[in-house]
Structure formats: structure tokens, C-alpha cells
């Protein structure tokens, strides 16, 4: 039977080969990375990603994104969208057509 992790903060805590190798240990085929790495001291903005003109916030997942590249039999990745975000269509489009690309979050505060 094939296991699939429905989402792991790969980058949080480990790096690709350490996260391969617990997946492996556990019996894990594939996952889906949310990826996080936290907060700056003093911010609630989840890292990586970058405030926009208009008070949003617009993650990023390169790390998530170059571990499905390089495996993708192993990774796919799911992308946060802050719902302000005056991109949020692209973005979502994007994510959409990259045969990576698993899932979207819709977040941002009011």
C-alpha cells in the first residue's frame, strides 16, 4: 500500500536528504510541503514570502518547489495565498499548471 503524507514543514526542521531519509524510515512514498520555515522575532508573517504595497503577504515556496523538481515521484507542494493578494488569480493559475503544484491555502487577516 502506497503512503502519502497529506503535509509536512519539510524545512522547518530538517533539509531534503534528512526529510527523504525520514520518510524512508517510516514507510512514506510521497508528500505534499507546506513550506514553513516560521517567524521573524516580533512578526506573525510566516517566512519565507515578502509584504505587498496593499498590507498583504505573499509566501513563497522555492525550497518546496526545487524538492518536487528534483523528486517528483516524492514531493508536490502546496502554495499559501494571502487573500489580498491583487495577483491571488495568477498565482493560483500558476500553481494550478505546475504538474507540482498540489494545492492552494487560501489565508490573510481582515
Not at 51 to 71: D, T
Not at 74 to 87: A, K, N, Q, T, V
Request: hydrophobic content about 35%; aromatic content about 8%.
Amino acid at each position: 500500500m502506497d503512503i502519502v503524507d497529506t503535509q509536512i514543514h519539510l524545512f522547518l526542521t530538517t533539509g531534503l536528504e534528512g526529510g527523504l531519509a525520514a520518510m524512508d524510515a517510516l514507510g512514506i512514498q510521497a508528500a505534499i510541503i507546506d513550506e514553513f520555515w516560521g517567524y521573524d522575532e516580533g512578526s506573525d508573517e510566516p517566512k519565507p514570502g515578502h509584504k505587498l504595497e496593499n498590507g498583504a503577504y505573499r509566501p513563497l515556496a522555492p525550497c518546496s518547489q526545487m524538492a518536487a523538481l528534483h523528486h517528483p515521484d516524492r514531493f508536490s507542494y502546496l502554495l499559501r495565498i494571502d487573500h489580498r493578494d491583487p495577483d491571488l488569480d495568477s498565482l493560483a493559475k500558476q500553481t494550478a499548471a505546475n504538474p507540482s503544484g498540489r494545492a492552494v491555502r487560501f489565508e490573510g487577516r481582515q
